[in-house]
C-alpha cells in the first residue's frame, strides 16, 4: 500500500527528488538511469549561472598557473603537458538557464583538463539539506575494487560496502577474486584504468593518475566517487563492462548509484562523537614503539626488523603534533634507518610539509621561494591577509605591507574601501599600548608593485618578487631530531599521488638530495622517468561564496586554486620555471602496488627498505647526481669553508672516489649553482655584513626614530 502510495506521488509529480526526500534517513542503491533523473532535475538560473562565472573569472586573476598554462615549458625525455586557455574556454560554457549538473561538470571537465590538482571547484553540504545541493550526496560505485599483485596481475576484490551501505556483490566477482582478469570490454584491463585516469584525473604525472584512477579509498576513481569531486556523465555510466578472467569465465557489470542519507541535525550531533578517535598515551616518559594510528593522519613504529617507520596521510596540524613529537622521540632513541610512506597523501599545511623535511634532512634548505600572479584580486588578497610569514629572500625583511606614519593612516583607512574591516583589525592590537608601528593594508610595496615578467613563447608571466617562507616548528616545544641520519638512511616511499604539502616536501628532499626516494603504486607498467615524487607543489588559496538572487535554497560554492607557485633553491632568486613544471623522478621503484593500511604491508615496506639501504652502501642512481654517500673523510679534500662532502655517484651506478661538496654548517646555505657555502641572510643579515659598522646603522636609525617623532 505504502508503496502503491509512492509510485503515484512520484508520477503525480514526476519528480523523482521528492522521492530521495521520503527516504531522507536511509541510503539507497540506485541504478543510474534512475537516479539521474533526480540527479538532472535541479536547474540554474541565468543570473546566478553569470554570478559563478563571474566569481570563478575573478578568482582565476590569483590562479599563478593561467598564463603558463596556455604554453607550458617542456622539458626533453618527459609527458607533454596539456595546453589549456581558461579565459577561453570558460567563455565557452552554456550559460541558458538550464540544468546545474550539467553547468557544475562543464566547470569541472574545464577545472580537471588544467591538470591541477589544487585548482578545484565543489558544491558545499549545507546543514540545511534542499534538492539543489543533492549532487553532494550522490556516489557512483562498481562493486568490486582493484588490486595489483607483484606479478602485476590486476584481481577484482568484491565491495560489499560503500560508505558503510551493503551492496550486492555478482556470484562472479566473488568466484573469481582469486582470479586475474584478462580484459574488460575486450581491452587491456590497465589500459583502461590508465584511460581513466587521463580523461578524469586532475595530476600531470601518469602514474599519479594511474594511481587515483585505481584507488579503493578515494572518491574520485574509476570504481568509485562522488559526483560532487567527478561529475560523470549519465552516458559514461551508463556504458557496461564486460570482464573476463585468465580461466575463461566473464560477467557483464555495471555503475551503480549511492544516495547517502541527508544528515538530520540529529545525525551531525551523533557524528561528532563518532569522530573522538581512540585516546593516545603521550605522557609517560617510556619509549614505546608506535605512536598515533594507522586509520589517523600520522603514525610511526620501530619494529624487531630494526627499521623506523612513518607514515603520513595528511600535513594537519592542529591534530597530529604531539604523534609527531613522539615519532621524532623514538626514533632518535635508536639508529635504525628511516621509512616514510606517503599513501594518496593530499597535502595540507605547507609549513607542516617543509618542517618535516627538516626533521628527515635537517642539513638542507626546506625553505620555500614563491611567488604570486600580479592582479587585482591578488593584491586585494595580499592586502587583506598580507604575506606576513614571508621574508625579502636578499635581505630577511620581513614582506609587511607599506608602515604608514600617523598622519596618513587617516587617509589610508579613508581609501581602504572595500578593505577597510581588515585594515582596522590589523590596526586594532597595536592601539592599546601606542606602538609606533601602526599598519594600514592598503599600501604595498616594491615587491608587489614592480613584479618580474618571465616569458613563456609569447604567454607573459607577471609575478610577484620571489618571496621566502622560512621552515619553522609548527609548535614551539618542537625539537629537530638530535641523531638524524644520512640521506642513504632514509627511504621514502611515494605514488605519485602527493600533492600540495606532499608534494612540496618530496620535490625539496629530491632536490637536495636527503633521502632515497622511491616510487610505489603507480602504474606498473608505465616508465620509470615519468615517476614524480609528487605534484603541484604550491599554496593554495580558498574561496567560498554563495549564490544570489535566488527565491530560497541558494547554493553555497568553495573555490580553490594554486596561489603562489615554488621555485628550486637558486639564490640569485632568477629561476624562470616553477617546480609544478619541473619533473622531479624518483630513484627507484618496488613492486608494491598497494598500501592497505595493516601492520602486514609495513612489513612488505620494510623487506623493500632493507634491500634498497644494503643496495645503497656500494650503489646509486646514476642519474642523480645530488644524492650523496656523506664521509667525512670528504671535509677536507673539498676544502670549502664551512663546507662537508661526501663521495658522487659514478655514471655506472656506484659510488665513485670523487669528493663533492655535500651540505652546509648550520647558517650557511649550500649554493649549488656556484658550489659554496654562503651565508644565510637571515642569519647574517647584510646590513651588518656590507662594511657599516654596527653604531652607524644604530645611529641613522635612531635619527629617523627621532624624525618620525617630531613629525
Ligand atoms: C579547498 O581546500 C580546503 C582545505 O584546504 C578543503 O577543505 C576544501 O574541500 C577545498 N575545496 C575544494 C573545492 O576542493
Redesign the pocket.
Known sequence: MISLILVLITLSFGRKCYYYELYQSESLVDTVDSAFECIEEPTISKDNKKLVINRLKRNLESYVYKDILKNPPTQTGTYYYNKVDIDKEIDKINMDEGSLYEFYSQIQNLFISAKDPLL???ILQKDEISIRNYIAYFYYFLPFNIMIDKEKHMYLIPKYYYKDTKIDVPTEIENNKNNYVKSINGDDPFELIRNFGIAFSSFKSPHAQFTNSKSSTLDNSFTQGNLVLLPLSKEYLRIPLTIKWENGESVDVHYSILKLPTPTLHDMVQDKNLLKTKEIDLDTDDIKSEYGDLNNNIYCKVSINNINTLVIKRFNVFNDMQVLKKCVELFDSNEYPIQVILPENDG?SEGLGIWIQKLLAPNYDADLISSARESDNTKGIITQEGLEEYVDPKTCIKRVLGNVKTKEMASCLRTAGEYLPSAIRKLWPYLPNGIKEWYCTKKLKEWYTKPNTIKYGSVKHVITQPSRLIAEPPLHQMKLMKNPRKPTEIVVYTDSFCYSACSIMTKGLKEWGGAIIVGFSGDPNGKDEEFEVGQSPSI?M?ELFEEENTDSDPLRF???CSFLETFRHNYNYDESIPREFLTDVVDERVNIYQFDKTEEAISEFEEETKKIIEKYQTKCNPKNKRLVKIDNKCDKEINKEHGHGGYECGDKGEWSTKCVLAYCDSGYKFDYNSNQCIEDECVFPPSLNSGMPIMTVNLVMIIIGIITLIL
Do not use: D, H, Q
Open positions: 578545484s571547484f565543489a595540507g593554495r580558498k568553495s573555490f580553490n
